[in-house]
């Protein structure tokens, strides 16, 4: 659970024991802003992103990834990797999809782990995300990371008119949506999956929760789509929770 150098592999230890030392315990890594990193490891533009990082820790919410230095996803801060739970460039290995030139859009998109990693390839990404911490950093890493073409937006999926996120899109629609491990989550989901298919060609989706439930978001994606592939068994890239499913949807 420690900030790694990509290139160099070595484990910064300096901040992990500041931090510990004023939280008074060795379990978790504390949600709190640093002002200056005295190993000398991250440049205060570095530092601000790992703020803020850390403050989308104090959500509370089981996908935070408290557990992890930069939360939920690891993420390149230049050629630094913060580690988190979920790694999206492992996500991303076994996609049969060709994303070169594509516009994108996350829904449920966290700290816009997904789109930061495919933004190399796509033409467009838009991120919408419910919790307000989450977009902060995620334009932050946006901003340092030079990628104009992102967009990250606050939006409630339960309590918002869904037709609003057609406003938020640079055209019409986008050529694919992210709808992953979020339907659990929402009373509505498949409302949600509908307005999907409205507005994009496929759908990159996982499904999350019980086995029933994760049963009943597949039948329902078989039922309002023409192919349905099975891209993955497992979610292997989260060492806490492994029993999702990885599915690629098209009109």
């Not at 009943?216 to 068994?233: A, G, R, T």
């Amino acid at each position: 659970m420690d900030f790694l150098h990509e290139k160099s592999e070595r484990v910064s230890m300096a901040i992990i024991k500041y931090i510990k030392k004023k939280l008074g315990s060795e379990k978790k890594f504390l949600p709190e802003r640093i002002e200056v990193d005295p190993s000398n490891t991250f440049n205060s533009e570095e530092l601000k992103v790992i703020n803020l990082l850390n403050y989308t820790k104090k959500s509370g919410a089981t996908y935070s990834g408290e557990l992890y230095n930069s939360g939920y996803h690891t993420l390149q801060l230049g050629d630094k990797t913060l580690v988190g739970q979920r790694n999206p460039s492992e996500r991303f290995k076994n996609i049969p999809y060709d994303f070169t030139g594509k516009t994108v859009l996350d829904i449920g998109s966290n700290q816009g782990g997904m789109l930061h990693a495919c933004a190399d390839r796509i033409k467009q990404g838009i991120g919408i995300d419910y919790d307000s911490k989450m977009v902060n950093v995620a334009n932050k890493i946006k901003s340092f990371s030079k990628n104009q073409h992102l967009q990250f937006y606050v939006f409630d999926l339960e309590k918002e008119n869904l037709s609003y996120i057609k406003d938020l899109l640079p055209g019409n629609g986008v050529d694919i949506s992210f709808l992953l491990s979020v339907c659990m989550w929402l009373k509505n989901w498949k409302e949600v999956i509908d307005f999907v298919k409205s507005i994009s060609t496929h759908l990159l989706f996982e499904s999350n929760g019980s086995v029933a439930q994760q049963e009943e978001q597949i039948d329902y994606l078989k039922s309002n789509y023409k192919e349905v592939h099975l891209i993955n068994e497992v979610s292997d890239d989260d060492p806490l929770q492994k029993n999702r499913k990885l599915l690629l949807c098209s009109n």
